[in-house]
Structure formats: structure tokens, C-alpha cells
């Protein structure tokens, strides 16, 4: 089976320019979130949704947004990007909501020029 | 803010060593696991414990967890180059939250 799969794996953007991620989990799973990790920190939670409603959220302005689809995958954008949003985008998947394990997908290495 | 701390922040050993990472958190927990990453990308997860367990192991992987003194230890016994990477620990906190809180991890580099 497929793991948890992310997209783009790279992306270049400039200040001020708005950015899409996207993140598909693993089969059968149903609750995803959302990690941002600055180099040489550890990863920060963002979001996480389940069954489509948001059911967390970090400490992140409201320039970060997300949501799930009908097929549980999701997207993170992020607006008038800051050259401090430069990180690594980490998507995590599990089966249901109260489960504890979650799976990360590869990441999108995100550059804010 | 970072819930857990990892020591030491880097640790490097001869092939065949074992390899000892410390965790200490801040508040109470659900459970405590611990990932490995390597260079920069995905998360892989090592093993789950759970607050009312004190050991687990694991192939090479020993975990413990002291709930008196929020602290958690990794071992990796008769380490392999192959286990050079940083080492998270995460916390999931009481209280229904489901998401991770991370330290900012130990990288370890074993030397053939």
C-alpha cells in the first residue's frame, strides 16, 4: 500500500505570493494534519481535520488555511507568504480520530525568496 | 512552544555502540513516541508508549518513560550507520488533543 504522498516535492515563491500544498493519506485513513518544521527545529503542529471538519489548530495567523475533501485528502495554503514561512511542510495521516499513530508523508520543501 | 526537549542535541558513535537519547516534557501526557527523520525529510515513527507503561521494546529499540519525572529515554543497541538521523521525541498531551508535540530532537551519526 501506498504511504501518505505529498505535492509539490519542492517549491520556490516570493514574498507576498500565495501557495498550495497538497497531501493524500494513506487508504482507509481518515484524519490528517499539518506540521510546518524550520530547519534544525523540531516539527510545529498547524491543522488537523478529520471527516472533513477542522478539529485543531496551532499557533499560526490566519494567513494559514486548510480543509479536507470527500476523499479525505487535503490542502494547506498559505497567502502573503513571509520569507519566516520558509520550512518543511509535513503531512500526517491516521486511521480515525482517538488513534495514535500517524504516518508522515515525505514533506514539501518550501522556499520564500 | 517545544513540549519536549531531547538531549543530548547531538551525539556521535562507533558502529556497534548503543546510542542513548534523552526526553524530558513539560506536562501531563497521553502517550510519548518517538520518530526518526533523515536528512530533512519525512517522519518515520519508532515506537509508542503509553503514560501507564514504563518500558517497550523493540527490535534494537528500548523506550522508557518516567511519568514522575516527565522524562523518556531512547536506546538503539548495536547501532548500524544505517541509524545515522535525528531522533524527535512527541508528546500527545491529556486532555482529547490528538496532535504531536515535538521536541527539537537529538541527531545522532554513527561512524562505520
Known amino acids: 500500500d501506498a504511504g501518505v504522498t505529498q505535492s509539490p516535492t519542492h517549491l520556490i515563491k516570493t514574498r507576498g505570493q500565495h501557495v498550495t500544498l497538497r497531501c493524500s493519506p494513506i487508504?482507509?485513513?481518515?484524519?490528517v494534519s499539518w506540521y510546518q518544521q524550520v530547519l534544525g527545529q523540531g516539527p510545529q503542529f498547524i491543522f488537523q481535520y478529520y471527516e472533513k471538519e477542522e478539529r485543531g489548530r496551532g499557533n499560526f495567523p490566519d494567513r494559514f488555511s486548510a480543509r479536507q475533501f470527500p476523499n479525505y485528502s487535503s490542502e494547506l495554503n498559505v497567502n502573503a507568504l513571509l520569507l519566516g514561512d520558509s520550512a518543511l511542510y509535513l503531512c500526517?495521516?491516521?486511521?480515525?480520530?482517538?488513534?495514535?499513530?500517524?504516518?508522515f508523508g515525505p514533506g514539501t520543501r518550501l522556499t520564500v525568496l | 512552544s517545544q513540549q519536549g526537549e531531547e538531549d543530548p542535541q547531538a551525539l556521535s558513535i562507533q558502529e556497534g555502540e548503543n546510542a542513548t537519547m534523552n526526553c524530558s516534557y513539560k506536562?501531563?501526557?497521553?502517550?510519548l513516541q518517538w520518530y526518526r527523520q533523515n536528512s530533512g525529510r519525512g517522519l518515520v515513527h519508532l515506537i509508542l508508549?503509553?503514560?501507564?507503561?514504563r518500558e517497550k521494546h523493540s527490535g534494537r529499540l528500548r523506550v522508557t518513560l518516567d511519568t514522575s519525572k516527565k522524562s523518556s529515554s531512547l536506546l538503539i543497541t548495536a547501532s548500524r550507520a544505517a541509524d545515522t538521523a535525528s531522533y524527535f521525541c512527541a508528546t500527545v498531551l491529556q486532555g482529547g488533543s490528538e496532535k504531536l508535540v515535538f521536541g527539537k530532537g537529538t541527531k545522532l551519526t554513527v561512524n562505520p
Open positions: 508508549i503509553r503514560s501507564n507503561e
Open positions: 487508504s482507509g485513513h481518515k484524519s
Open positions: 500526517a495521516s491516521s486511521l480515525a480520530w482517538g488513534t495514535d499513530t500517524q504516518y
Open positions: 506536562t501531563s501526557i497521553n502517550n
